[in-house]
């Protein structure tokens, strides 16, 4: 099965607690951090790839810490309408969700392996790539 | 070239005067020539020296080959085809066989915009500022004319302010908008004369309601380009792209072997006139792009890997374009653009035309410039040469790294266009434009003069 892509809110006295620490270390869950943001209020925004036998466990520890968890319900899609396929965005993709190709240079988009980092809809020169929530 | 059977001296081999191509047809007198002179394209006659140039094989004309494009013979290939065919078959026997090689390239061009004229209002008002969609355009010229330039942006829109900027709308949407058939808002004001009396308008306008709209582009088609990578210790925003710290990534941003300068870099064929594939429609080359100085590039050893610093001035009517080829573009810190589709035929007038037109990605180099310090300060050198069969492999190597590269420029848009081109051609709806007058190229020896701080 797939890890589980969520979104954890931190409110400013946990996002300075070595929470993922704990989910590692008395959870044994798999941790890939997608993105992480701390605001001038010192909350905290995580998106997270979760993963292993305990993670009912390991949410539950989540919530008990006063975070708040969301399934991860953004979705990146690709406007081929506007697409060139020019490749722009294809160094960018943090999760080889989109990929060149070869030798068709033509720009490839797997949304199964999209993270929605976001980072596509920055670098796109077109604005070919969007989120839909 | 076929050698004389006429006694020659040691050393020296004697050409067939027909195989000598004189510039000055004047002088017809001479019979065989020296190779030694010939290399140096001048041989001599009577004590006169006279330029020319060994024939090659085939020769043709413009008036041939259109020709043969009305009645539908024309052999055209795109620069993609031509290379697997000299490869295949040789120089000589595709050059007898191809008269027309079509290239493309579909990336980011800033100097570009169009000259709109909007029509008059009643009462008349000769527009001193006009904005389309809240964007400025320039109106320094007659009373409803306009040049909308495409890199303008709104004056409130927030730029790095909020850095990197997204800068999401500029004059290449506009452009893009327009062809679009959309409806633009137009906002004008001037002061007001007596033969001009109205001080402002407001109203909608679409790419048919107005007079003309001409795309004219002062500086298109760049030959090559570099490949841009960060040195430094932080991501910046380049008009190459998001380039990330320490060699992150390498952008790039041509067509290579559909390059249409690439594949002529003597300017053997491009100049004042030629017929072009332009933003999905037709267009011309009209002079040559501002900062033309085209010139080879070489290696370590003097060798030439390829052209470099050609540009073209291009122009078109913007109402038989299509929006698909003319894209609004942004770059995030930087600012906006338009992606431009641009395709050139390349007549093959004799076989030294299809040797540069047949040149292949293991062929074509660009060099690497770092944008974190080299280029912004103007440093001279760059971190190598590069070919362009390495670059769309997907990694090339910088100071002993591996980098992984991607380009801003389609490929796949680049030879839709070669083929379209193409088609065109072979239906006999295209012909091919002959120059009123080359371009300079690589003999000419320009180069760029500098903006010193006075």
Redesign the interface.
Known sequence: MAPHKIVLRFTATTSDQPIIYHLVKDYDLVVNIVKAKINPHLEGTMVLDLDGERYEEGIQYLRDQGITVHPLTQEVVRNHDRCTSCGACTGHCPANAIYMERPSMEVQFNGDKCVVCLQCLKVCPVRAMEVRI | MKPSNHPASPGQVLIPAEDFLLTDKRCVQWRNIQTSSVKKGFISCQGKEHEGRIKMGIERTYAEINARIKTGKAVVLTAEEVIGKVREQGLSKTAAEVDVVTTGT???MCSSGAFLNFGHSAPRIRMSKVWLNGVPAYTGIAAVDAYIGVTEIAEDDPTNSNYPG?F?YGGGHIIEDLVAGKPLKLEATSYGTDCYPRRDIETTITINDINEAILFNPRNAYQNYNCAVNLGDKTIYTYM??L?PQL????YSTSGQLSPLMKDPNFSTIGIGTRIFLGGGTGYVVWNGTQHFPGWLKDGDGNIVGSAGGTLSVLGDLKQMKPQWL??????GYGVTL?VGLGIPIPILNEEILRYAALSDEELHAPVVDYSDGYPNRKPGNLGLVSYAQL???KITVQGKEV??????????AREIAHTLKEWIQKGDFLLGEPVQLLPGPAAGLTGKVLENK
């Open positions: 579909f990336g980011p997204e999401r792209g998001t990330k992150g990534n390498a952008n894209r609004g573009t942004s770059f995030q992606t769309k492999s997907g992984p590269t991607a380009p801003l420029s389609s490929y796949p848009k």
